[in-house]
């Protein structure tokens, strides 16, 4: 039988506000344990929350920016559970009516084809706190520094159909939070993290599949991992006529493998009420317009905008868009260089991406500043150094010995243009090497880049490879 | 409503409260007194009424994002059962 | 000096006829020698109430005194006091020493009132006659054979056995007024939202509204001026100008329009209660009020609706209450869900277990609509209610409670019966009004209140028609026998 997925999915994202949502206590990560835990985080007796006006605006900014509608009047609920991270027995959430509602998410997959995914709703939420299962005398140990941090938990439809059609929209969503400014993105810190709720049915059926919640998988690999171990697990459930259950699984990235998370088993009722400690929160229209004129150029924007400013195809443009610091990058690095988007474009993807691959690094931590690629390409196009040895620059800029100016000038790698030099060094070639002269004029032709290649090794890389290539063809000929 | 023993244990279990197998039977009849009061309301007309969560009909006010709060741990876990390195203690969470 | 209003002492104090030392001492005299009887303080801390006292005179002497520097006050024990136990009248609490004060001690510490101590309360604030308390029933002073009302019962009982001048008490669903009624003492439930609930133990969150208990209702005034005003640190605090309460205790109640609904003096209110209601009413008749009948036709369910509300806000405030980070732990937990079930139900007593459950059940899958959101519906309705009844009346009056104090034990069997003592006064919670009882007499030998019933911030007004009452009036100065 054929298979098809289903999946939607539940990201939580920590919003970057200084104190917590209903607490003036420090969000900033990486405290010594509960040292930033106040009175309302621990839930004491008789404390109350108030609301961070921070968290509500970047809620309402992300709902303009995934085009949702925003509930003018939204309301918290308490979800109730017991917990030892859970301080006050219950959670802070909204439920019924959440402040964003809904909205969509466009995604461009690996073929280039391009799919909306449908926001059911985001809503604002507290975080709980951090169980350390180390061993405490046989006991856990409680960490509240994380409980009250505000989050942002956004809920697609169920609309992907693939492991890559979830990683895609994470992405995009990742990137998008990391624009308007949101959500640092960190995801080793937690600060973006997913649920995936996962089914399979046969294709053609209408009807959703019984699914599972795949928990708190914090890279875009291990989602694609955990998606595609969770869905042949499913297949070869209901293909050896057993039924998939619905359950909360955990994705053993060791492992590679989901297993059911047992203590959570027990059915939940989370009598869900609205939180009478808290009161309607408010959004005008008026609000929602101001917030509009704030967003940023948002990445789909600034993709269109690549493709018809810049002559960039749409997987450049995706490439170059996918954090607001790439693209702010990419076109410093035009201004600088005053040359070709193009040419600018491939250094960003080419040898400046490999290179931060290579060390780990993001743009914007890149020892080489776009002012200093600019400097680099605008000395490419001006002949002052040919392409080849301006990746030999770009390696000395990398390990910071100066800008490419600098680096030219110290190592004495401008190009040599003058033909009369160059000529020179052909002559000494062509004696040099009287045999292979005579190849090529019995018809080798083959053999010309030989002798490129040694002009280009005999002046260092230096000699201006065009003009090389004429002189020698002209002497060959005669 | 009248609950039974069944319930009353369901009810307590979701409460996290203990309940002896010799007390089930008096608080199944106290809650279904209780619920009995209660259900008085079923004779009201509510129809296109709007629920009222607030006496009084505000909205939230905000607070703005400032940390206000420092470090009170110490002090804080003065008054704690059981604590070390910092952290509160419980009996092993298994997950 | 014992019987002397809040209004004498200030007077007392500001002509050096004695110092707030020896005040404090005197009153703490009082309780040592009354207190083992009525039990109406679960912690006095003498050493901290004569250094407030020592601190008052210095600020008195310096000429820098504001209104309640140097009177000796008690807070009921719902409200955390910084170092000093807060046990809301519960086992769960024994050993809770607050880390912070609440919003209110904080505002009577800062106009250098002294801490007479922490007075006994139905536990959790869940009962109506103070005998839900973990440290015991509270007596009444008119009678040690019946209950003072709950659940600000010690507060109620200590005023008016003058063991302290005024006190703090905490009104859900009629927790300030009807042990004031029963007690024979004054006390006011502001408008929801005008008295901070920062750390005050929460109860049932939409409900919950801290306000005085005093002799009289000029005292009520001095102390709500304390009192009321925007708190940042609570999100249902209302921000508004608060008035000076004392400047319109004397405006005259000429014109006033009463309101009597029909429905406070019907079946189950004790003849006798409503005999004496009467003649207090003919008292504003005399100085030119007028009365008329009203409706509030939703009257009978409030109780029903209130016991959904309640419990279910409650189920939820007490889950923190988990042995966790402070409060009652039991010995060895052998595992998570054993330190939960063990400490909660070695920690709570059986009314608070009652109500968890009732709550919890209110709000689990399947039955929120049934019981929650109907509850939320009828509240509408009783609250349109008293907005009608407020387009053609000033105030609104009636009994307090439909009888006098009853004895100790009386109806700790029957949970509903015990709920029915709180019909009158729980509609005005839910609705969020002003109420405020006043003393009216007797019945049978014991105390009974009228109740009167204001819109939204109008405490000025009902304090005013209080004083107006009490000027013509002496029940507010009746001492019980034994606390002369």
């Known amino acids: ?66 085009n949702a509608e925003i509930t003018p009047r939204s309301i918290f609920a308490r979800k109730n559970y017991f917990y030892p991270d859970l301080p006050k027995g219950y959670q802070i959430s909204q439920f019924e009516l959440p402040i964003v509602g809904k909205g969509e998410l466009e995604i461009t997959l690996a073929d280039g084809s391009v799919k909306t ?43 992907m159909r693939s492991a890559e059609e979830a990683v895609a929209y994470m992405k995009k969503l990742h990137s998008l939070v990391q624009y308007i400014g949101i959500c640092d993105g960190n995801m080793q810190e937690g600060s973006f993290r997913c649920d995936a709720n996962v089914s399979v049915r046969p294709k053609g059926q209408k009807e959703f599949g019984t699914r599972a919640e795949l928990k708190n998988i914090n890279s875009f690999r291990f989602v694609e991992r955990a998606i595609n171990f969770e869905v042949e697990r499913q297949i070869d459930v209901i293909e050896s006529g057993g039924q998939v259950v619905q359950e909360t699984r955990l994705y053993d990235a060791d492992k590679d493998e989901t297993r059911s998370m047992r203590s959570k088993e027990e059915s939940h009722d989370y009598r869900y009420f609205p939180d009478p400690d808290l009161l309607p929160v408010e959004v005008t229209a008026d609000d929602i317009e101001r917030v509009r004129g704030e967003l940023p150029e948002l990445p789909d924007q600034k993709r269109d905008r690549f493709m018809a400013d810049y002559e960039l195809n749409m997987e450049e443009a995706n490439i170059l868009t996918s954090s607001r610091e790439t693209g702010d990058y990419f076109e410093t690095v035009i201004k600088a260089s005053n040359s070709k988007p193009k040419i600018c474009a491939n250094w960003v993807m080419g040898e400046l991406s490999g290179a931060l691959n290579k060390s780990d690094m993001s743009i914007s931590e890149s020892p080489v500043s776009a002012e200093m690629l600019g400097g680099l390409i605008q000395r490419i196009n001006d002949n002052t150094i040919s392409g080849k040895i301006a990746k030999q620059v770009f390696e000395a800029m990398w390990n910071g010995e100066g800008d490419a100016d600098a680096v030219i000038e110290n190592k004495g790698l401008k190009q040599v243009t003058d033909t009369g030099a160059i000529e020179k060094i052909i002559d000494e070639i062509l004696a040099a090497n009287t045999a292979q002269v005579e190849q090529y004029r019995a018809g080798k032709e083959k053999m010309l880049g030989f002798f490129v290649g040694q002009v280009m090794k005999q002046s260092q890389g230096k000699a201006n490879p065009a003009i090389v290539n004429n002189l020698l063809k002209e002497k060959l000929s005669s | 409503m009248a609950l039974d023993r069944t319930d009353v244990e369901k009810i307590a279990h ?72 910092g952290l509160y203690l419980v009996p092993k969470v298994i997950e | 000096m014992h019987t ?55 600020k008195i002497a310096d000429g820098n005194a504001e209104s309640l520097t140097g009177i000796p006050i008690a807070q009921k024990d719902i409200f955390c006091t910084q170092g000093i136990k807060t046990t809301c009248g519960s086992k769960m609490l024994d050993n809770f020493i607050a880390p912070y004060n609440a919003t209110t001690v904080q505002k009577f510490n800062d106009v250098g009132a002294v801490l007479a101590g922490k007075t006994n309360m139905d536990e959790f604030a869940m009962g109506s006659s103070n005998e839900t308390s973990f440290y015991g029933a509270v007596k009444n002073p008119w009678d040690t054979n019946a209950v003072p009302g709950g659940s600000s019962g010690g507060s109620a009982a200590s005023v008016a056995a003058r063991l302290v001048p005024a006190a703090t008490g905490t009104d859900t669903g009629g927790s300030i007024r009807q042990p004031a009624a029963l007690c024979g003492i004054t006390g006011l439930k502001p408008t929801y939202g005008r008295v901070s609930r920062y750390g005050m133990i929460a109860f049932a969150s939409s409900l919950d509204q801290g306000g005085p208990m005093t002799q009289t209702a000029e005292d009520a005034a001095i102390m709500l001026n304390v009192m009321a005003g925007f708190d940042q640190r609570d999100s249902t605090s209302v921000n508004k100008p608060v008035p000076d309460y004392t400047s319109t205790l004397e405006d005259s109640v000429k014109g006033l329009k009463i309101g009597l609904p029909k429905e406070y003096f019907g079946e189950g209110l004790d003849p006798a209660v409503g005999d004496a209601v009467q003649v207090a009413i003919k008292e504003y008749e005399k100085m030119g009020a007028t009365v008329q009948e009203i409706s509030l036709p939703n009257t009978h369910f409030a109780v029903p609706t209130y ?61 929120y609509d049934a019981y929650y959101l109907k509850a939320q519906k009828i509240r509408q309705l009783i609250s349109n209610d008293f907005k009608q009844a407020f387009e053609k009346v000033d105030v609104i009056m009636g009994p307090t409670a439909p009888d006098v104090a009853f004895n100790i034990g009386e109806r700790t069997e029957d949970p509903v019966t015990m709920y029915l003592s709180d019909i009158y006064t729980i509609a005005v919670n839910l609705a969020g009004l002003p109420g405020i009882s006043i003393p009216a007499g007797f019945a049978k030998d014991r105390p009974v209140g009228l109740q009167i019933i204001g819109n939204y911030f109008e405490e000025a007004r009902l304090l005013n028609v209080s004083h107006q009452y009490q000027k013509v009036t002496d029940w507010h100065r009746r001492v019980p026998k034994g606390f002369e």
């Open chain 1, 1 to 66: 039988m054929e298979w098809e997925t289903v999946i939607g999915l539940e990201i939580h994202t920590q919003l970057r506000t200084k104190s917590k949502i209903f607490s003036g206590a420090s969000t900033a990560y990486g405290a010594e344990p509960n040292t930033q835990a106040c009175a309302v985080d621990l839930g004491l007796p008789g404390v109350l929350p108030v609301l961070n006006k921070e968290a509500v605006h970047m809620a309402v900014k992300f709902g303009v920016a995934v």
């Open chain 1, 117 to 159: 995914i449908g926001i059911t709703r985001a809503h604002l939420e507290e975080d709980a706190g951090k169980s350390l299962h180390e061993d405490f005398q046989g006991m856990t140990g409680i960490d509240l520094n994380r409980a009250g941090t505000p989050l942002l938990e956004i809920v697609s439809e169920p609309d």
């Open chain 2, 14 to 85: 979701l409460a996290r409260l203990a309940t002896e197998e010799s007390e089930l039977p008096g608080y199944a009849d106290d809650l279904s007194n209780i619920l009995k009061l209660v259900e008085q309301m079923d004779a009201a007309d509510t129809a296109n009424v709007e629920p009222m969560a607030h006496p009084l009909d505000m909205a939230q006010r905000l607070r703005e994002d400032e940390v206000t709060e420092e470090n009170q741990r110490e002090h804080f876990q003065n008054i704690a059962p059981q604590v070390e390195s």
């Open chain 3, 4 to 58: 002397k209003t809040i209004a004498e002492i200030i007077e007392g104090l500001r002509n050096k006829q004695f110092s707030s030392e020896e005040l404090t001492k005197a009153y703490l005299d009082r309780i040592k020698q009354h207190d083992k009887t009525l039990n109406s303080f679960i912690t006095v801390d003498a050493d901290v109430a004569l250094k407030n006292a020592r601190d008052a005179d210095k």
């Open chain 3, 307 to 367: 016991y959904v509300i309640a419990p279910a806000e409650c189920s939820s405030n007490l889950s923190r209450f988990d042995g966790v980070r402070f409060g009652h732990r039991c010995d060895n937990p052998k595992d998570l869900m054993d330190l939960y079930t063990r400490s909660r139900s070695e920690g709570f007593g059986e009314e608070v277990k009652r109500r968890i459950m009732i709550g919890a059940y209110a709000l689990s899958a399947g039955y």
